[in-house]
């Protein structure tokens, strides 16, 4: 048996007040490393975050910290005191009362005398909001310096704009980048001179191979593949930065909580402008003439022809490149479509077209499956996300950890009975090998259930309340209501290569919110051919449109006509065919509904009722009247 890891976790921001960083983390090791050599505790580890806010749990070190604690490395936490942990109550609560405790991990404030095994902690929660007020107030304090700055003109930015760059020895002076300087002049020299459009100039940089701006200052979110693609939202908000004319603006924006860094804009007529605080490098007669002509209306397009109802619009991602796609007027028939944005824009993707016709119907047909799941077998899929059984896992650690405190009961038992002569010491070992191997499979055993709990209890009310929506909820049509509840995503593949099983079709998948992918918990399977025509055909019908000719179909679908005639050979079955059958399944039904002929005739894509009587009489036999009768007989 191996001694676990006392972690000596160690946290400095410049919040906190200390003038140099090294020697408070310094000083908090020195005093850890005392302390925990002067209580016994060994195997020690340094976990340290430098420079990182008490407010922002995502540090790395803490990270890899709960990482070794989940892996049931470490027994015990030792910091300086819990404001060391963090400055939001809520969640250092959460941490040192329930995560840590399934883990069996002890938590340590050396200074604020804190010990998580004691029942003496009565003033924990009041000094976690003691401290989160500090942070508040520190966070205040910041604010109010950068709005007196602000005021009296100095910069207040974290980094320059594009252009600029900081003055050597000092923290916030401007001077001209002359790398890309040039740059920002052209962009504003082809806006007013050569009257080029935002789209025109950023075309004419990608062209090019400039750098973006992203891409110029190394930032670590810049698509490696995408560093020459600028676009026209780029230019026009650097059109109207008044930097590039000498002049500082601040508070443009500002900070809505301390604990989140959330950021909200400021209206522009509540900027403050400073003018000629810094070398320009735009004219300033140049860069008024541009806020002249970006003030100018914009060219609208000319009124659609069909208004359109994009449900899907921001929750389409690209299964090759993760990026979003984009909304797309068919040309070819009343509907819209949606392709990735990187292939429309930059040819640096596949083009893979899918219609909000086909997300609706592949939509319904899965979610409409989870739902039957759900009434059928509700166990099976509370299981897969873990809120089934949650007592039940709850007990089985309680009695563990009953088990494990008797076992260790046991051994000081067996410690004392060698003491006083009566066992051996060989009987001693021996017993106490087993129950301690005993007391590590139980404790391996708590932490894993733990942890089964943890992830059941999270979001749990939230999960289930998503269940029930989606049991109660009618998904004969998709409504807007029905995806702003429902769908976080949807992952749209490309289309299957010819000599594949599934060639022509599409990979789509939906991810509910709180849930995960609908195809992690039910089959999903590819709609064969006929099953997409069919939903195509029932929806154009239900619209009242005549369909005379397959391309109708196959262009809603976004597939070849050679695709989906090769894709109905291999199904053994044709479009004329489909059509047929699905025409009589449909006048049967609504013929039961107490449906007129004038009315039927238009729900089934005839082009008149004199067509619908010979497609009575030629595909079911008989007449309109025949058939009416035999049906309602």
Same mark, same amino acid.
């Given at each position: ?74 027994? !015990?936490? &030792? ?31 050396? !200074? ?5 095994? +004691? ?135 500002? !900070? ?13 007529? +509540? ?64 509907? $819209? ?38 009434? !059928? ?9 873990? &809120? ?36 051996? +010491? ?16 139980? +404790? ?73 992918? $609908? ?53 053994? &079955? ?12 449909? $006048? ?46």
């Amino acid at each position: 048996m191996y001694d676990k890891i006392t972690a000596l976790y160690c946290r400095y921001s410049r919040d906190d007040g200390q003038e140099e960083e090294n020697a408070s983390i310094t000083h908090q090791r020195e005093l850890l490393k005392e302390y925990a050599e002067n209580n016994g505790h060994t195997n020690l580890r340094y976990y340290a975050d430098d420079g990182y806010s008490g407010t922002n749990f995502d540090r790395p070190d803490f990270q890899r910290m709960l990482e070794d604690i989940k892996k049931n490395l470490i027994s !015990t936490v &030792i910091v300086k005191d819990m404001s060391r942990f963090g400055r939001n109550y809520i969640l250092v609560g959460q941490y040192v009362e329930l995560v840590l405790p399934m883990h069996g991990v002890k938590v340590i404030g050396v !200074t604020d005398n804190y010990d998580s095994t +004691q029942d003496n902690n009565d003033l924990f929660a009041f000094e976690s909001i003691f401290a989160e007020m500090y942070a508040a107030d520190i966070s205040k304090k910041v604010i109010t310096y950068k709005r007196n700055k602000g005021v009296n003109g100095g910069v207040v930015k974290t980094r320059p704009v594009y252009g600029y760059k900081i003055a050597p020895n000092t923290k916030d002076k401007w001077i001209v980048d002359e790398k890309v300087a040039g740059i920002v002049y052209m962009i504003f020299d082809k806006f007013v001179n050569e009257e080029m459009t935002e789209y025109q100039i950023a075309t004419y940089l990608r062209k090019n191979k400039v750098l973006n701006t992203s891409a110029y200052i190394g930032s670590k979110q810049c698509d490696p593949t995408r560093i020459y693609a600028w676009s026209s939202s780029t230019i026009t908000r650097m059109l109207g930065m008044a930097e590039y004319s000498g002049d500082t603006v601040n508070f443009k924006s500002r !900070t809505i909580s301390f604990k989140t860094k959330q950021r909200e804009k400021i209206p522009k007529d +509540q900027w403050l402008v400073f003018r000629d605080t810094h070398e320009a490098i735009v004219p300033r007669e140049m860069f008024e003439k541009a806020q002249i002509r970006l003030a100018r209306p914009k060219k609208k397009f000319g009124e659609r022809k069909y208004e359109y109802n994009t449900f899907f619009t921001k929750k389409c991602k690209c299964s090759e490149c993760g990026g979003r796609m984009s909304v797309q007027v068919s040309k070819g028939y009343d509907g $819209i479509a949606y392709n990735c944005q990187k292939y429309i824009s930059f040819k640096t993707c596949k083009s893979h077209t899918v219609r909000e016709m086909t997300l609706r119907n592949m939509f319904k047909d899965q979610v409409s499956t989870l739902q039957q799941a759900l009434k !059928t077998n509700p166990q099976e899929i509370e299981e897969k996300l873990g &809120i089934y059984g949650l007592s039940g896992l709850q007990n089985e650690i309680e009695s563990s950890n009953q088990r494990i405190a008797d076992i260790d009961s046991y051994i000081q038992a067996l410690f004392e009975s060698k003491i006083n002569g009566e066992i051996t +010491q060989a009987d001693f070992i021996n017993m106490s090998k087993r129950y301690s191997s005993e007391k590590i499979e139980l +404790q391996n055993k708590v932490n894993q259930l733990a942890e089964k709990l943890a992830i059941g209890m999270r979001n749990s009310t939230q999960i289930l309340d998503i269940l029930a929506f989606i049991k109660e909820t009618d998904f004969s049509e998709i409504t807007e209501e029905i995806c702003d509840k429902l769908i976080e995503k949807v992952i749209v593949g490309i289309y299957e290569k010819k000599g594949t099983v599934n060639y022509g079709k599409q990979s789509l998948r939906f991810k509910v919110y709180e849930i995960g992918f $609908i195809d992690e918990f039910v089959d999903v399977s590819y709609q064969t051919f006929r099953e997409r025509i069919e939903d195509v055909l029932r929806h154009r019908y239900a619209d009242q449109i005549v369909t005379k000719r397959p391309h109708e179909v196959y262009e809603e679908l976004g597939l070849t006509y050679y695709i989906m005639k090769k894709g109905l050979q291999r199904e053994n &079955i044709n479009f004329n065919t489909i059509v047929i059958e699905l025409r009589k399944k449909l $006048i049967r039904e609504y013929i039961k509904r107490g449906m007129s002929a004038n009315e039927i005739f238009k729900v089934t894509g005839f082009a008149s009722v004199n067509r619908f009587y010979s497609f009575c009489n030629e595909h079911l036999g008989m007449t309109y009247k025949e058939l009416k009768k035999d049906i309602l007989s």
